[in-house]
């Protein structure tokens, strides 16, 4: 009687353990799925589109000479540079401008070739570009295949001028040192930057990515085509650079352009990074986009 009772004793410990091992994996069956469901929620909610409800009516507006529209960015402190970039964006810090103008759009096939046709201006020309050279000559695309010397010769002719490297800094992140023009993660429809999944695996007619303007209401800050700047290139120069309005080094070699192209990694689309060419460098990956002094002196 006594082994009858220890063997149920026995048989009974054991359906307890048994039952206590499946209630445990049913538990962690159950975390899982749980787990599973709010990833799988989180990536819904990455991948949402929020909707765009900045205003932008409160940036003065005027239409250039050109007759293109430019906006203006207020006098003021902002955030230049970064200290999580490359070498020649350190240090990040403050620094003051003067209010300016910047165009709206960058320049398009069809307002450089209004430009071209007044002045008997050499046409533009890359030596290679892998894509249908016709794609050069669509009106409402991005003008690329100018050197830093067209483009300056352009603006001079619509009474403007080139941003200086700053004046492009702070017109593409705003006060606040966002690390794209939109905001600091990278977002579709945001920018036309490397690939076809943006839409184009080339230049792209400005102004097609509204979501992605800057909080001034600047289009194209990012991707399309990377735009040239007024100053020298020195790597080294935001080490010593003045806090107000700096104008970029004397006498170097290279000219700096900004903003990445539709052939650039998300990386290389930030508002702080820099890169730098010889001025007669003609590119498909590179255009324009011109600015003025609010009050010249």
Same mark, same amino acid.
Not at 75 to 85: K, L, P, V, Y
Not at 157 to 182: D, I, M, N, S, Y
Not at 216 to 222: E, I, L, N, P, T
């Given at each position: 009687m006594r082994d009858k009772n220890l063997m149920i004793g026995v048989i009974g410990c054991f359906l307890i353990a048994i039952?206590?091992?499946?209630?445990?994996?049913?538990?962690?069956?159950k975390?899982?799925?749980?787990? @599973?469901?709010?990833?799988? *929620?989180?990536?819904?909610? %990455?991948?949402?589109?929020?909707?765009?409800? &900045?205003?932008?009516?409160?940036?003065?507006?005027?239409?250039?000479?050109d007759g293109r529209e430019m906006i203006l960015v207020p006098?003021?402190?902002?955030?230049?540079?970064?200290?999580?970039?490359g070498f020649d964006e350190k240090p990040m810090q403050e620094i003051y401008l003067d209010a300016f103008y910047v165009d709206k759009y960058e320049v398009s096939v069809e307002a450089y070739n209004i430009y071209r046709k007044v002045t008997d201006y050499v046409e533009p020309s890359v030596p290679f570009f892998q894509g249908d050279h016709d794609l050069m000559k669509i009106?409402?695309?991005?003008?690329v295949g100018v050197?830093? %010397?067209?483009?300056?010769?352009?603006?001079?002719?619509?009474? +403007? &001028?080139?941003?200086?490297?700053?004046?492009?800094? +702070?017109?593409?992140?705003? @006060?606040?040192?966002?690390?794209?023009?939109?905001? %600091? +993660?990278?977002?579709q429809k945001r920018a036309n930057l490397a690939g076809t999944g943006d839409g184009y695996a080339y230049m792209s007619p400005v102004g097609n990515y509204p979501m992605g303007r800057s909080v001034?209401?600047?289009?194209? *800050?990012?991707g399309n085509v990377?735009?040239?700047?007024?100053?020298?290139?020195?790597?080294?120069y935001y080490n010593n650079a003045p806090m107000m309005n700096p104008p970029g080094p004397e006498n170097k070699k290279n000219r700096v352009f900004r903003g990445g192209s539709w052939d650039a990694r998300s990386v290389d689309i930030r508002t702080s990074k820099r890169?730098?060419?010889?001025?007669?460098?003609?590119?498909?990956?590179?255009?324009? &986009?011109?600015?003025?002094?609010?009050?010249?002196?």
């Open positions: 039952i206590f091992v499946l209630v445990i994996v049913w538990e962690i069956k975390s899982i799925e749980h787990d @599973t469901r709010v990833q799988q *929620m989180a990536k819904k909610a %990455n991948d949402v589109e929020v909707a765009d409800n &900045r205003d932008f009516s409160i940036y003065e507006t005027l239409i250039g000479d006098e003021g402190i902002f955030s230049r540079g970064s200290d999580s970039g009106d409402k695309n991005a003008v050197s830093w %010397n067209d483009a300056t010769n352009f603006c001079t002719w619509a009474g +403007k &001028r080139l941003l200086t490297e700053a004046e492009w800094e +702070k017109a593409a992140r705003g @006060t606040h040192g966002l690390k794209f023009p939109w905001g %600091n +993660k990278i977002l001034y209401g600047v289009y194209d *800050m990012a990377s735009e040239w700047v007024a100053d020298f290139y020195d790597q080294f890169f730098a060419a010889s001025p007669g460098r003609k590119d498909s990956i590179l255009g324009f &986009r011109c600015g003025r002094s609010k009050n010249p002196k």
